[in-house]
């Protein structure tokens, strides 16, 4: 929206022109996401009380969790408000890329809000059932795939890329369908789980939404991406500005939701997020550098799937509790080590994540 009357208006004022560039409009983006947050914050914490959409707390879980029953939640709101407008103040309306990852956004959101919503605010404790909440992710992420496919101009587009290898790329055909499905409903999947403990998925999210930033702009730009030999995806490098967004939305919600958390992110914030951070992963051809990125969120999806099958297989579990987190708690971890061992790790691993541009 900016980037238009800016153009506009840059025959008179040549300062505008400062609007044509991806890194200007990112940081933008960001701080305006930040800034959202920040004064939507307490407004919208007062409204959850007011709703009494307070957190439910498992009776099986830590006992030092119980003081979080009726904690507000659904805090998810204010993240994808900041990103949404502040996406649509500082990108190009016109890149396809753009409107797909807020398609996604806000359609993996509406899942969360729905199943928050009857659980919290109409008190079902059913919720949304998870048929159905699988069911309506499934729609939704082979929706976005199949686009993704048919949209596909260049053979980059639909090719998987391997980190460590220069001139690696294989040809998925239909299979990229499947790929782009499993990482978007996957991912979405993984970051709810995450979100547990107060700031855990939050800072991840920011970290690897920046580093993904980084390879859109870098795989946008055909100089950069030969140089590193990294798909050149023309148009990717708008992604940066939805990027930048998300990580500005996820620094002002985490100000509210640092240890001890006065509002959760709830379903609407984590569905989101995740499935947002997968599309952006798929478009830039970047999925396995989002696995090594967002390590702790396949971390924490990969202990709940021990701990179920060995549980039905032989009857015994993995750990005291899953998801992970909960089991360093029951080892007697306090809360907040629990949370900042993981944020350091997510900073290793996104550290490495970014290494590969040039380890190649």
Not at 121 to 141: I, T
Request: aromatic share 12%; hydrophobic share 55%.
């Amino acid at each position: 929206m900016l980037l238009e009357l800016a153009d506009w208006m840059a025959r008179h004022f040549t300062a505008l022109h400062l609007f044509q560039y991806i890194t200007f409009r990112t940081i933008m983006a960001a701080l305006t996401a930040l800034a959202m947050s920040l004064l939507l914050g307490p407004t919208l914490i007062r409204k959850l009380a007011a709703l009494k959409a307070g957190q439910v707390v498992r009776s099986d879980g830590p006992q030092t969790h119980l003081v979080k029953a009726g904690t507000p939640t659904m805090g998810g709101v204010m993240i994808l408000l900041a990103v949404v407008v502040s996406t649509l103040l500082w990108g190009d309306l016109h890149n396809r890329y753009v409107w797909t990852v807020l398609a996604v956004l806000l359609a993996f959101g509406a899942i969360g809000f729905y199943d928050d919503y009857k659980k919290l605010v109409l008190k079902d404790s059913r919720g949304l059932a998870s048929r159905w909440k699988y069911f309506w992710q499934s729609v939704f992420g082979v929706v976005a795939a199949v686009f993704l496919y048919h949209a596909a101009i260049l053979p980059a587009e639909t090719a998987l890329y391997v980190p460590l290898f220069k001139h690696v790329a294989i040809p998925l055909g239909l299979f990229f369908v499947v790929i782009a499905y499993f990482m978007i409903v996957g991912f979405s999947n993984a970051v709810n789980l995450t979100d547990g403990l107060d700031g855990l998925a939050i800072m991840p999210t920011v970290l690897v939404s920046g580093a993904l930033g980084v390879f859109a702009y870098l795989a946008g730009n055909k100089v950069f991406s030969e140089y590193l030999g990294i798909p050149s995806i023309p148009g990717a490098g708008e992604l940066s500005i939805v990027c930048g967004a998300l990580s500005g939305a996820g620094l002002g919600f985490l100000w509210f939701n640092t240890y001890p958390a006065q509002v959760f992110m709830g379903d609407v914030g984590a569905l989101a997020i995740g499935a947002a951070l997968a599309a952006i992963a798929v478009i830039v051809r970047q999925e396995i550098v989002l696995i090594v990125m967002g390590g702790v969120f396949v971390l924490e999806t990969v202990s709940v799937m021990l701990q179920v099958g060995s549980f039905k297989l032989t009857g015994k579990r993995v750990f005291r509790m899953a998801p992970i987190h909960h089991h360093f708690e029951l080892k007697g971890w306090p809360e907040p080590r629990v949370i900042v061992r993981f944020w350091i790790i997510s900073v290793v691993l996104v550290l490495i994540g970014l290494a590969t541009l040039k380890v190649r």
